[in-house]
Structures are given as C-alpha cells and as structure tokens.
C-alpha cells in the first residue's frame, strides 16, 4: 500500500452537527461513522462517560478527492479541550465563483480572515475560521501555476 496522510479532526462534542454543515455547504459525503455505543470492542479500563453513547466515536467523510477522519472523541477527557491551532484545511478548486461561495457558506457563523482576493499564486484566495472552529485557506488554482495545485 502507497502511504497516505489524512486530516483527523475533533469536535468537542459537535462532531455530527459539524460533518452534516460540511455535507451541505461543501458537498461532502459521510462515508463512515461509528457512535461510542457501538464500539465493538470496549474497553473496561476507559468506560464511557455517562451522556455520550450517541457521540460520534470516528468517521469519515470526502470532500472532493479527499478523505476526512472526525470525532468527539476529544470532548470525552474531562480535561479535554479542543483548540486547532498550527494548521489550516485547504479547500482548493479551479472555479472562482466555487471559492467565493465556499469562503461564504464557511464563514456563515465563523470567523472571516481575508476574503478571497487575487494574489500572485491565486486567482482567488482566502483565510476563514468555521464555525466549529476549524480554519480554512480557499484557493483557486491557476493550471499555470504548478505550485499552488493539490492533485
């Protein structure tokens, strides 16, 4: 098998709100998810806190060519807390009224950075933080310019 690096996500407990909002905005598709009660093989020494069967315990969803993994499973220490720091999602397409709407629908409740602007490696790009906390880069890809494509 060819390696492969995946994003994994943690929601804090907004796992399942957060992976319908993106295949409604962003026209993922949920592949897989599987809820803290339906763990097959649990373990005894790490019960389950009270009031999270229904939490989400894994999944996976695609956005485009590429496979998301997302839980609450961060949300389940007490000491727990989720910040999604040293990272952005990229979200990239050759389509600059796609990048506009993206920009739009995923600063719909979160926190806009840079709207989408040319700049010397894109026809359109932009900085936004979701709702769920989650910061994004959309670019458009400009065929010519080798560099900013994600294949």
């Not at 040319?118 to 709702?131: C, E, H, L, Q």
Request: aromatic share 10%; hydrophobic share 40%.
């Amino acid at each position: 098998m060819t390696p492969n690096v995946s994003t994994y996500l943690f929601f804090d407990g907004h796992c399942e709100e957060a992976l319908r909002f993106y295949e409604s905005r962003l026209d993922a598709e949920i592949l897989f998810v599987m809820r803290f009660k339906d763990n097959p093989e649990p373990n005894p020494d790490c019960p389950i806190p009270a009031g999270v069967d229904d939490k989400i315990m894994h999944a996976s969803v695609r956005i485009g060519n590429t496979v998301v993994m997302a839980s609450d499973g961060a949300s389940m220490a007490e000491d727990a807390s989720v910040e999604m720091n040293g990272f952005r999602m990229v979200y990239t397409t050759d389509d600059p009224e796609r990048i506009r709407q993206v920009f739009d629908h995923l600063a719909d409740g979160g926190k806009p950075e840079m709207p989408p602007v040319k700049t010397f490696w894109s026809p359109s790009y932009g900085m936004v933080t979701d709702r769920f906390g989650v910061p994004w880069m959309v670019m458009c890809v400009d065929p010519e310019q080798k560099h900013a494509q994600v294949d």
